[in-house]
């Protein structure tokens, strides 16, 4: 499957950003999706994760109530959108697909995009 991220940019911290994942390839909607991030000279965190139909998410907590991470399987598109950023959430973020539920580990995910930068300035 093919995952290509779009949206990253430059904000100011309190903004908002809409990050979105188009997938190919194969039927998205079996698929459960996650959302993770790695800023310079950090490993790469889980961010969220969302169920094949969009009935259940996670999310990790320096996120909980700022993100929501959404999907339109109609489109095959997964979706992050980031409220009240802050200069930490400065990253490298990048979407993955999964068979099977949710998850929080990385490893357990089977293709990754290529990533889309986000910078929130102070």
């Known amino acids: 499957v093919r995952l290509v991220e779009s949206g990253g940019g430059l904000v100011q911290a309190g903004g908002s950003l809409r990050l979105s994942c188009a997938a190919s390839?194969?039927?998205?909607?079996?698929?459960?999706m996650g959302w993770f991030r790695q800023a310079p000279g950090k490993e790469r965190e889980f961010v969220a994760t969302?169920?094949?139909?969009?009935?259940?998410?996670y999310y990790t907590d320096s996120v909980k109530g700022r993100f929501t991470i959404s999907r339109d399987n109609a489109k095959n598109t997964v979706y992050l959108q980031m409220n009240s950023l802050r200069p930490e959430d400065t990253a490298v973020y990048y979407c993955?697909?999964?068979?099977?539920?949710?998850?929080?580990?990385?490893?357990?995910?089977?293709?990754w995009g290529q990533g889309t930068q986000v910078t929130v300035s102070s």
């Open positions: 390839g194969r039927t998205f909607a079996d698929y459960a």
């Open positions: 993955a697909e999964r068979t099977g539920g949710i998850s929080w580990s990385a490893p357990s995910y089977d293709d």
């Open positions: 969302i169920n094949w139909s969009g009935g259940s998410s």
